[in-house]
Structure formats: structure tokens, C-alpha cells
T-cell receptor
Framework: ETGVTQTPRHLVMGMTNKKSLKCEQHLGHNAMYWYKQSAKKPLELMFVYNFKEQTENNSVPSRFSPECPNSSHLFLHLHTLQPEDSALYLC???????????????FGPGTRLTVL | QKEVEQDPGPLSVPEGAIVSLNCTYSNSAFQYFMWYRQYSRKGPELLMY????GNKEDGRFTAQVDKSSKYISLFIRDSQPSDSATYLCAMTSTGFQKLVFGTGTRLLVSP
């Protein structure tokens, strides 16, 4: 596997379910991100981790719970979601937040989430 | 007012046309400007990156930044059907931690 991978690629869940999204990066990066992409809306930054420490929570509801056990893996735990949470959830990674300047973010293919 | 405005399209052009994609922004602190390309069912990939004002060229792609007008452009010369995708502009003031994205413009290049 190369780059940034995400599993599952598609997920359908009920509002009472609990599920998790997984992201893995094979680039040796230290910063990882979760974004939400909804139709006709800009990408919304949700969480940022740098060297496993959360550095940004962009006022995300507590029904979304991130976890970063190491610099290569990032999870997004989901529980009691709402239909309006249906979207494409993208993971990204970059070298690290201390690099400054052109710290390019590399995106995974996303998980298409549908909440019934 | 949104921080970054981008026409969602779709923009339909014939193969070989010159394509112009644009974004306007309101935050004068933005210094780093990026264009991402996103194919259907894929994540965005960085296409072009520029710092401050000026032009940058890479093959058939040219990125322009006019900070005085708060306007950025991406030009695609000799467009190909394989260029059909959604193009997202993104920008930030310092570093890449908090990129602010446009909504994306969907481009369709017909053979």
C-alpha cells in the first residue's frame, strides 16, 4: 500500500449504531487530519493531530471522536450520528506542523458515509 | 460572506480549449495558495502551489495570484478529457494546518 489509505470506502449506518473509520498513511508523516466533504460545500477541517497530539478540534460535535494511536494511524469513532452527517470523510497527512511553509497535505480516497 | 468564493460549475469545454478556473477571497492575510484536483471517488491531490503574488507554470497548468484583487486563477492549456474533474482552490495565511477551501469547480472536457 502506498500513500494514504482509508477503510471502509463506503459505510451505511443507522442513527443508533457505533462505527469507526480508519486511516493509515505510508508516507512517514507526523501530522494527520480529518475533513468532512459535503455536496456543494467546501471541505471542512474537523481535527488535526501532530505527533499523535490533537492540535485542532474545529468545534466538531462530540458524536465524532478521533483517536491517533501513532503517527501512521488515525481513527474516527462515530456514534448516534444524524442524517446530516452523511458526507465524504477524508483523511490527510503532511510532514508535520512545525515544518512551516509548503507542508503539503496528501489525501486518502475518503469514506462515503450514509446515515439512515 | 464566505472566506473563499468559487463557482461550482459545471464548466463544459471541448478538448483542446483553454480553461480558466478562478477563486476570490476576502482574507488579506492569505499568503499560500493551492489548487487541488479531485477525480470522482478519489481524494483531492495537490496540483499547484504558489506563495504570495505572481505566476507559476507546470506543463499545461499555470497558476496566477493577484493579491491586490484577492483573486487567484488556474489556467489549463490544451485541455484533455482526462482533465475532467473537480478543481478546488485552497489557501492559508501561515503554514498548511488550516487550509480554507473553495467549494470546487466541476470541469467537463468533451472529446
Amino acid at each position: 500500500e502506498t500513500g494514504v489509505t482509508q477503510t471502509p470506502r463506503h459505510l451505511v449506518m443507522g442513527m443508533t449504531n457505533k462505527k469507526s473509520l480508519k486511516c493509515e498513511q505510508h508516507l512517514g508523516h507526523n501530522a494527520m487530519y480529518w475533513y468532512k466533504q459535503s455536496a456543494k460545500k467546501p471541505l471542512e477541517l474537523m481535527f488535526v493531530y501532530n505527533f499523535k497530539e490533537q492540535t485542532e478540534n474545529n468545534s466538531v460535535p462530540s458524536r465524532f471522536s478521533p483517536e491517533c494511536p501513532n503517527s501512521s494511524h488515525l481513527f474516527l469513532h462515530l456514534h448516534t450520528l444524524q442524517p446530516e452527517d452523511s458526507a465524504l470523510y477524508l483523511c490527510a497527512s503532511s510532514q508535520d506542523l512545525l515544518a512551516g511553509g509548503a507542508d503539503t497535505q496528501y489525501f486518502g480516497p475518503g469514506t462515503r458515509l450514509t446515515v439512515l | 460572506q464566505k472566506e473563499v468564493e468559487q463557482d461550482p460549475g459545471p464548466l463544459s469545454v471541448p478538448e483542446g480549449a483553454i480553461v480558466s478556473l478562478n477563486c476570490t477571497y476576502s482574507n488579506s492575510a492569505f499568503q499560500y495558495f493551492m489548487w487541488y484536483r479531485q477525480y470522482s471517488r478519489k481524494g483531492p491531490e495537490l496540483l499547484m502551489y504558489t506563495y504570495s503574488s505572481g505566476n507559476k507554470e507546470d506543463g499545461r497548468f499555470t497558476a496566477q495570484v493577484d493579491k491586490s484583487s484577492k483573486y487567484i486563477s488556474l489556467f489549463i492549456r490544451d485541455s484533455q478529457p482526462s482533465d475532467s474533474a473537480t478543481y478546488l482552490c485552497a489557501m492559508t495565511s501561515t503554514g498548511f494546518q488550516k487550509l480554507v477551501f473553495g467549494t470546487g469547480t466541476r470541469l467537463l472536457v468533451s472529446p
